[in-house]
């Protein structure tokens, strides 16, 4: 059978297109070729990394350049870049903590930059979260939440949403929900429930009133808690990765029902955290979390790094392992987090994002006056989303010409990704200025405008 097409690009742009072998052929200068072919002959293949789109050779600001020169404004930067890629207070900060000869840290021991991070996540987070885990990545990030929520509550159940991605790790993709990364696996970690998100524009019950799709999407949460009793916890992006953006009472409902069923809320801000967008954390829009997952960019873009935020009532853990990670402590990574976050409080770019975001979002949907292709546009801060469709009436998704839009961006000097086939996603560096963000927008204008005059890839 063939596949669904917005199944089949739930996580972004897939390799093995026609227009994917287009690009290549004309964007790939004989350098570039010789990576490019040097790195599908030696890495292990998997879908969305191998074959490579090119070859880079640096990452700057809110910059990527390739090995030709040619440079591309970031929107998508893999979550990492809130504070601009090689940032030079991070990097500075990096190169001082290898100066001092404390790096790595082992088990057992602490440090001061570690020590001094999970004192400034207790200051920054919002209202109790005060107790901190660090380890290497997102998905053990997730995959600690989820086992000190199981610790906890004692049950092992869990409830997620469908579409979304929480990391590539068996615990993780478990309770992802998305089949690219879970298919052909077997049974995954038992007892993962997935629920609808409440989306306003592409909700299928043709509600239209937001009251109405909340209610829906809670109906199901709650019926999951009840015919499905003991849940451990309710783990989701406070606002998805397309994005769609709950109301404050949508979130509000849920964290009631958690507390009338015993559940635990657990907020993925993975990509959200930090400034993206326009609060510290998303949550602060919405609800605190009992359990606050952080990654990409709380390793200032530089280190791979990661954790969890959780109040000091569910410290009580003492006898079991949460994440008993080698990198848990290191100093490193510590080094870069501290910095990228005191980078982000005294350049002001939570407050940038948020003003930066309203005009952006401003001038799209300006933008989608003219542009037949534009079905809906979503964004918090510089978390938005242009949802293409071919037809407005009936949402129908322009998956074609959103990868032909991506690629045209991509050859006109910007880097954005789809999601679910359709949604051009825009994540640019919160260090974006606006004459820049002036620039992308009118990339997008045109690559848009030229797809609408019917000039093919
Ligand atoms: C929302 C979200 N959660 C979790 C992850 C997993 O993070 P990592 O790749 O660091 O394991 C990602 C990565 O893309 C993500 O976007």
Redesign the pocket.
């Known amino acids: 059978m063939k596949k669904d097409k917005r199944i089949e690009r739930e996580q972004g742009d897939v390799n093995t297109t026609d227009n994917r072998q287009k690009y290549w052929e004309r964007n790939l200068s004989d350098d570039a070729k010789k990576w490019f072919d040097e790195d599908a002959r030696y890495f292990l293949h998997q879908s969305l990394s191998t074959p490579v789109l090119n070859v880079l050779s640096r990452a700057q600001g809110i910059y990527i350049e390739d090995i030709d020169g040619k440079k591309y404004i970031d929107m998508h930067g ?2 990492v870049h809130n504070a601009g890629f090689n940032n030079p207070a991070v990097i500075e900060a990096v190169k001082k903590q290898l100066d001092e000869g404390m790096t790595f840290c082992p088990r057992r021991y602490t440090n001061i930059p570690a020590v001094k991070l999970a004192k400034k996540l207790a200051e920054i987070t919002p209202d109790g979260l005060s107790r901190s885990l660090f380890c290497p ?4 990030a ?1 995959e600690m939440a989820l086992m000190l929520a199981k610790q906890v509550t004692h049950r092992f159940k869990t409830i997620s949403f469908w579409d979304s ?5 068996f615990g ?1 993709a478990s309770v992802g929900g998305e089949e690219h990364f879970s298919g052909g696996l077997g049974p995954m970690i038992p007892g993962a429930f997935r629920v609808e998100f409440p989306n306003y524009y592409r909700n299928p019950w043709g509600f239209s009133s937001q009251e109405d799709v909340d209610a829906e999407c809670l109906r199901q949460i709650e019926l999951v808690l009840k015919r499905e009793p003991e849940m451990a916890a309710v783990l989701g ?1 406070p606002i998805s ?1 397309t994005p769609v953006i709950p109301s404050k009472r949508y979130w509000q409902g849920v964290k009631q029902l958690c507390e009338q069923y015993g559940a635990l809320l657990i907020f ?1 801000e ?2 959200e955290g930090f400034g993206r967008t326009g609060k510290m954390f998303a949550c602060e829009h919405f609800v605190t979390p009992d359990i606050l ?1 952080l ?2 960019s709380f390793g200032g873009g530089l280190m ?1 790094f ?1 954790g969890i935020v959780t109040h000091d009532a569910l410290n009580v853990c003492r006898h079991r392992s949460l994440g008993h990670y080698t990198h848990e402590k290191n100093a490193l990574c510590s080094a870069a987090a501290l910095a990228e976050i005191g980078y982000i409080e005294e350049n002001n770019l939570v407050d940038h994002a948020a003003e930066l975001g309203a005009y952006a979002l401003g001038r799209l949907k300006k933008l989608s006056e003219k542009h037949r292709l534009i079905g809906h546009i979503a964004g918090l801060g510089l978390h938005i989303g242009i949802d293409l469709v071919t037809d407005r009436k009936t949402g129908a998704r322009a998956i074609e010409e959103a990868e032909i839009i991506m690629f045209k961006c991509l050859e006109k000097g910007l880097s954005a990704k789809t999601i679910e086939g359709n949604i051009l996603t825009l994540r640019p560096a919160l260090i974006i200025t606006r004459d820049e963000m002036d620039r992308a927008i009118d990339i997008i204008d045109e690559a848009i405008g030229e797809v609408e005059q019917g000039k093919k890839y």
């Open positions: 893999n979550g990545g997102g998905s053990e997730i991605f929480h990391g590539a790790g993780a992006e990765a993925d993975i990509i997952v990654g990409k791979p990661a």
